[in-house]
């Protein structure tokens, strides 16, 4: 057995951590870093298949050195041709086939022509069937997925965009950044506990806690100081235009070149929530929009997402994020909609920069699987023939991207070609999973408060 003093940085073994059921697992982990305090060693250890938010520093007690695998020498490789982190080329699809839906009650034909489509429900209760034209030539890959990449139906692609002031780059994936850097931070009621590195100054990440004023979001190294801006502050909601209010809710609108001191701690503050983007400080081609929940105190700040004042992708979000004492509340899918809704206003369908955090692409998911069905369990059938509906007037209806749209419908694993048609089925356990979501889903956008006009930055300089 391996003694303690032997534990070096890069050792992978057995660590002790407790489960979300309580109870003690032993999950292998890598070895980030060792520290000695007082004569005590910590180690910083990353569990192997587990998101970098559970990393945590240790005590030796709950090393397992019987099972301790000692890191090897790596062997020089050759560099391979390509520039990292390239984008592997995605043409644009143009999607434009018909569908139809098909009431329970419809006869399904049974013939073998590769003219005729017909529609198997898996459980033998179908609700609804969409189906596509006839005599439209499929497209190779158009809707194919694999369900083991990250590419597989939310149409991710595997590297992102390497603009924007909050962006993936994992060729600055050190040691330094892969550790959380701030123990804890204070934000107006709430404590809250980073989950990854965040550039905050170096002086103030030894601090056990990091005190931010949650109207301008200015940070500082104790609760004195804090008080003592707090009385010089004059703040009491976000700066910029107030676009959006209903009941307690409201959204602001922040130009990053206008109010460059905000959107710069906003970003630093994100940072230790958002583990798949990397920080940069030119915030002026951003907009950031910050929802707020009001009370007698002020807007206090719930969540924000920002967005490229003029995007070459048709991205309606750079960054998302709810703040952890507001998670799992809905708020979420409504700063989602909210960036729709702008879309709307736009004229425009708009999706997601790409890499979603793996909250965030659960959040989007649910998002457009509700919509979408949504849009295809309201269609009624006019003079008793079957209601149809183009991929083309999903994606204007609800501003979202054609390929988001294809990519959900596959997801659920409502689409399927046969015999030259696209047939979606939606069966009894997919309406009655959607109908109890919906009511669940309290928190929705009323687009008659929205007070928003939208901006040609093209025609504004360097905005």
């Known amino acids: 057995m391996a003694e303690v003093g032997e534990v070096t940085e890069g050792c992978r073994l057995p660590v002790l951590r407790r489960n979300q059921d309580n109870e003690d697992e032993w999950p292998l982990a890598e070895i980030l870093s060792v520290k000695d305090i007082s004569g005590r060693k910590l180690f910083y250890v990353h569990y192997i298949d587990f998101n970098k938010r559970l990393d945590e520093w240790v005590t030796h007690d709950r090393l397992d050195l019987k099972k301790i695998q000692f890191p090897k020498k790596e062997a020089k490789t050759p560099t391979k041709n390509g520039l990292p982190g390239s984008r592997p080329s995605s043409p644009e699809r143009e999607v434009k086939r018909k569908v139809e839906v098909v009431s329970p009650a419809t006869p399904v034909p049974a013939s073998t022509e590769t003219t005729q489509a017909s529609v198997f429900p898996q459980n033998g209760s179908a609700r609804r069937a969409v189906a596509a034209q006839p005599g439209r030539k499929r497209k190779s890959n158009c809707l194919g997925t694999d369900e083991d990449s990250q590419d597989s139906s939310d149409g991710i692609p595997s590297a992102p965009r390497m603009t924007g002031s909050l962006v993936s780059d994992r060729s600055h994936d050190d040691i330094i950044t892969r550790m959380k850097n701030i123990e804890c931070i204070e934000l107006g009621r ?46 009491r909601h976000p700066p910029g235009n107030e676009i959006y209010r209903k009941g307690t809710i409201s959204f602001f609108e922040i130009d990053g070149r206008k109010n460059k001191s905000y959107s710069q701690n906003l970003c630093l503050l994100a940072k230790c929530f958002l583990d798949h983007k990397t ?94 069905l949504e849009i295809l369990m309201n269609l009624k059938s006019e003079n008793g023939e079957r209601p149809q509906i183009t991929i083309n007037e999903i994606s204007e209806i609800t501003s979202i991207k054609k390929e988001d749209v294809i990519s959900t419908l596959q997801y659920l694993n409502l689409i399927n070609y046969y015999k030259g048609q696209y047939i979606l089925t939606l069966s009894e356990d997919i309406v009655d999973g959607h109908e109890r979501a919906m009511l669940k889903r309290i928190l929705r956008i009323d687009s008659k408060c929205l007070h928003f006009t939208p901006k040609d930055w093209s025609k504004r300089g360097k905005w």
């Open 190 to 235: 709430h404590r809250l506990k980073p989950w990854y590195f965040s550039p905050y100054p170096q002086e103030l990440t030894t601090l056990p806690v990091l005190y931010l004023c949650e109207f301008c979001l200015k940070y500082v190294k104790s609760l004195k100081c804090l008080q003592r801006h707090l009385t010089k502050c004059d703040l």
């Open 279 to 372: 920080l940069y400080y030119d915030t002026d081609p951003f907009l950031f929009y910050v929802m707020t929940e009001y009370d007698c105190k002020g807007f206090h700040i719930v969540g924000y997402f920002s967005k490229e004042k003029e995007s070459t992708e048709d991205y309606n979000v750079a960054c998302i994020l709810t703040l952890p004492p507001y998670q799992r509340r809905g708020y979420g899918k409504l700063l989602i909609e909210f960036s729709y809704e702008l879309s709307k206003v736009e004229g425009k369908t708009g999706t997601p920069e790409k890499p979603l955090s793996d909250l965030g692409l659960l959040s989007y998911r649910s998002y457009w699987s509700q919509t979408i």
